[in-house]
């Protein structure tokens, strides 16, 4: 990244093009972004909207919001579009994801339903759980793939947009570890020409985007772009990548309290968590092929936090369990129990026990309109391949071959302010450079 000059400015129309447009996140983000545009609706949540960033020492008291400090694309400037594999407007789909009150969707009912999806590309060996009659027809998946990149070109012509961020909202594929065929660019559009089976719909509308130059992001924790084949063809277009799980309920948890744990150096003997939810993603989680993709997503976390080879005494033989379980009458209304066997002093055990119950979509949706922002930003500061600056918001992010992920949740909020500092030639922040602190140091140490 070039710190010496700013991000270009964001004119124009920005287009949104999310894959899974019917969804209860999609609508949900839809509508409380439209309400927040007609002033009806506060964006809570939503650290472009509502956050702000301090600048030099905590004496000068400089701290601007976020979308007055980096150039954000104004809410306004934003055009949506997408794909489902149902044929229905947005209003409607509002209305069946039941997140919403009525209220608040007839206050958008006029926008939501011009909004109507572009047929998708589906295969439901990747997704068993979900039935869909509004796709697409080819030949090979490199068939498919082309179609969506028509599509692409079609909603930049005919909503007239300057850029576009595409953006994965739909339902969790199943468990498809790399291999083979995803080493690189060459092998891996090969096998889209054979069609081969571990190449899925979420690879083939990454590889479409990143082949239009549009950035893209994986809401999911599918495979989709986080292969090296797709993150070498990201660097040779040079377009920003970002993924993977939108982190919101539980997994947010743990990358609060696993750092409280390693900090105060208390030990973990295990940690065991369920879910309940009754959306169409906990009936796609039924499924166990998808589920072991979720469950791979967030049993990652804790190793990485706690760092059990550094610290085996503490955290070296804890047991994890992750359940999630479809109940149909909470529909998007998750609850989770975290039930966290600790130990302290002299190894006398003590609990955790946490229980959260909160709506999937609500926590999801300012983390979409988050991530849209401000991978059209590191686009027009030409940003390009995997942006790990915005782990924040995943549950398990994206990161170089060789790099360990951060998940500690603050440590994750520094990096992308200190990012975002970055980018305006601003001075990152460490906490030692305070002007308090170089006295509180010199007094200690005459």
């Not at 090296?228 to 920003?240: C, I």
């Not at 979720?294 to 047991?319: A, F, T």
């Not at 119950?357 to 500061?381: E, G, T, Y």
């Amino acid at each position: 990244m070039n710190t010496t000059i700013k991000p270009k400015t964001a004119r124009g129309r920005l287009g949104v093009l999310i894959v899974g447009l019917n969804g209860a996140v999609s609508t949900t983000f839809l509508a409380g972004t439209i309400a927040v545009r007609k002033g009806i609706a506060e964006p809570v949540g939503s650290l472009t909207q509502l956050a702000s960033i301090r600048l030099g020492k905590r004496s000068d008291n400089k701290f601007p919001k976020i979308k007055d400090f980096v150039p954000l694309t104004d809410l306004n400037d934003l055009v949506f579009g997408g794909w489902d594999i149902r044929d229905e407007d947005c209003y409607k789909s509002a209305l069946y994801a039941g997140v919403l009150s009525e209220k608040h969707i007839e206050s958008v009912k006029d926008e939501l339903s011009k909004l109507k999806p572009m047929k998708a590309v589906f295969d439901q060996k990747y997704v068993t759980r979900l039935h869909g009659d509004w796709v697409k027809k080819a030949d090979s998946k490199f068939g498919f793939m082309n179609l969506i990149r028509e599509d692409i070109r079609k909603f930049k012509a005919e909503q007239e947009v300057d850029r576009i961020v595409m953006i994965w909202c739909a339902s969790t594929e199943i468990f498809i570890s790399p291999n083979g065929v995803h080493k690189d660019i060459k092998t891996f559009e090969t096998a889209m020409r054979e069609s081969h089976s571990d190449i899925s719909p979420s690879m083939l509308y990454a590889y479409a985007a990143l082949a239009e130059g549009v950035p893209f992001i994986n809401g999911a924790p599918n495979l989709s772009v986080d292969s090296p084949a797709l993150v070498q063809f990201a660097r040779m277009r040079k377009v920003p990548v970002a993924g993977k799980d939108f982190k919101t309920g539980q997994t947010l948890l743990k990358t609060v309290i696993a750092p409280m744990l390693k900090a105060k150096m208390l030990g973990l003997r295990g940690w065991f968590s369920s879910n309940i939810l009754g959306n169409r993603d906990g009936e796609v989680l039924d499924d166990p092929d998808s589920f072991k993709t979720k469950e791979q997503s967030k049993l990652s976390v804790l190793d990485v936090i706690l760092q059990p080879n550094l610290y085996p005494n503490l955290y070296g033989s804890y047991h994890h369990m992750v359940r999630i379980n479809y109940y149909p009458p909470r529909g998007d209304d998750k609850e989770g129990w975290d039930n966290i066997d600790i130990f302290g002093w002299m190894g006398y055990p003590m609990q955790l026990k946490i229980n959260f119950l909160c709506k999937d979509s609500i926590l999801a949706a300012p983390l979409v309109l988050d991530l849209i922002l401000f991978m059209d930003l590191a686009q027009r500061k030409n940003m390009y391949g995997i942006q790990d600056w915005l782990s924040f918001f995943f549950k398990s992010p994206m990161h170089l071959e060789k790099a360990t992920p951060e998940h500690d949740l603050f440590i994750q909020h520094m990096k992308l302010k200190n990012t975002l500092r970055k980018m305006m030639g601003e001075k990152p922040i460490s906490h030692l450079d305070e002007t308090e602190t170089v006295k509180e140091f010199e007094a200690v140490f005459q």
